[in-house]
């Protein structure tokens, strides 16, 4: 299966984040959106893993303590990588709890690394995916666009679990379904 390990968002967060999605909807032509359910806090893409190394996922959090307690963390700021002037991911940001969420992932990258998993090549970045880009003929305008989300706010919530996901690719976009839930601390 092609899986992940990640932290979920409220409703009230994913409802403001298609708020900011519609209101950007002209350039969907460019930008294929994130469902709003589908939303999430990717903290390790683990690529196709077979059933014992699923099973390999679930012992190492079933057994191990992340040292991380429950924090909250606020989804705000709209934002591009690799940056404004040639965007291929739109993202929002993580500002409260920025720091705990990166304690959590270098957990799971350690403790994944101690069952087999390669580590992440790159630092991690809190973010949310909210929609990614093909080619956009008019980088002016979008950035334009989404500047009045620079300082957006979706909400706070309190992170209490970390989630091993399953992602199926369709032509509506990815599914996700949970397989494991792991507590904090």
Known sequence: MRAFIAVDLTREIEAKIA???????RFSHA???????????????????SNE?????????????????????????????????????????????????QSLARFVD??????????????????ATIGRIKFLPDVASFNEATSAFSDYQCGTTTVHHFFLYESKLD???????????FGLE
């Open 110 to 127: 350690e403790a994944l690394g101690a069952a087999g998993f390669p580590p992440e090549p790159r630092p991690f970045s809190p973010h």
């Open 19 to 25: 708020g900011a999605q519609a209101a950007l909807g």
């Open 31 to 49: 930008v294929r959106w994130v469902r709003p359910e589908s939303i999430h806090l990717t903290l390790k893409f683990l690529g196709e893993i």
């Open 53 to 101: 190394q699923q099973h390999r996922v679930v012992e190492t959090f079933s057994t191990r303590k992340s040292g991380v307690a429950p924090f909250q963390i606020s989804v705000e700021r709209l934002g591009f990588f690799p940056n404004a002037r040639a965007p291929r991911v739109v993202w929002m940001g993580i500002r409260k709890g920025k720091e705990e969420l």
């Open 171 to 181: 032509r509506g976009g990815s599914i996700y379904t949970k397989r494991a839930t």
